[in-house]
């Protein structure tokens, strides 16, 4: 089903999540080129409709890299999700997961624009967020 609220294809689901105000990416297997970039379009063009919404990428299931796919990422992708109000990215993945080296690479990347963690779990995501939030707000307080 895709409408303007969720794209859902064989790669993934990306879906926006009212009541925690995210965008939700769930990849479901090894996408690359259109199959990657256009529910990665989606979740940004998401991104720029939910004011302060925030961005949780479910990689439970695997995430591999096209090395074209990667470039166009950096180059293309992050730097125009920077100009959103997204600030925090987290990523949900198994604690020892194969995919550990490029998920590090992905957040180093995502660092350079939005608070970044990686957590086991879509509450943990969530909860990781408001902390985030707390922690600003006070932040801002003592300023």
Same mark, same amino acid.
């Given at each position: 089903?895709? +409408?303007?609220?969720?794209? $859902?294809?064989?790669?993934?689901? !990306?879906?926006?999540?009212?009541?925690?105000?995210?965008?939700?990416?769930?990849?479901?297997?090894?996408?690359?080129?259109?199959?990657?970039?256009?529910?990665?379009?989606?979740?940004?063009?998401?991104?720029? /409709?939910?004011?302060?919404?925030?961005? !949780?990428?479910?990689?439970?299931?695997?995430?591999?890299?096209?090395?074209?796919?990667?470039?166009?990422?950096?180059?293309?992708?992050?730097?125009?999700?920077?100009?959103? $109000?997204? @600030?925090?990215?987290?990523?949900?993945? /198994? %604690?020892?997961?194969?995919?550990?080296?490029?998920?590090?690479?992905?957040?180093?990347?995502?660092?350079?624009?939005?608070?970044?963690? @990686?957590?086991?779990?879509? %509450? /943990?995501?969530? +909860?990781? =967020?408001? =902390?985030?939030?707390? @922690?600003?707000?006070?932040? /801002?307080?003592? =300023?």
């Amino acid at each position: 089903m895709n +409408s303007k609220l969720e794209y $859902d294809s064989e790669y993934c689901n !990306v879906r926006y999540m009212e009541h925690d105000n995210v965008v939700l990416l769930t990849w479901k297997r090894f996408a690359r080129l259109d199959n990657y970039r256009k529910p990665t379009l989606f979740a940004l063009e998401l991104l720029k /409709q939910y004011p302060n919404s925030n961005f !949780v990428v479910d990689a439970k299931n695997g995430f591999e890299d096209d090395n074209e796919d990667v470039i166009w990422g950096f180059s293309y992708l992050l730097p125009n999700m920077a100009k959103t $109000d997204c @600030k925090y990215v987290i990523f949900i993945m /198994q %604690e020892a997961d194969d995919i550990q080296d490029e998920m590090d690479m992905w957040t180093m990347e995502f660092g350079k624009y939005f608070a970044v963690a @990686k957590v086991n779990s879509f %509450e /943990q995501a969530v +909860s990781k =967020i408001h =902390i985030y939030e707390l @922690k600003n707000r006070a932040r /801002q307080l003592s =300023i």
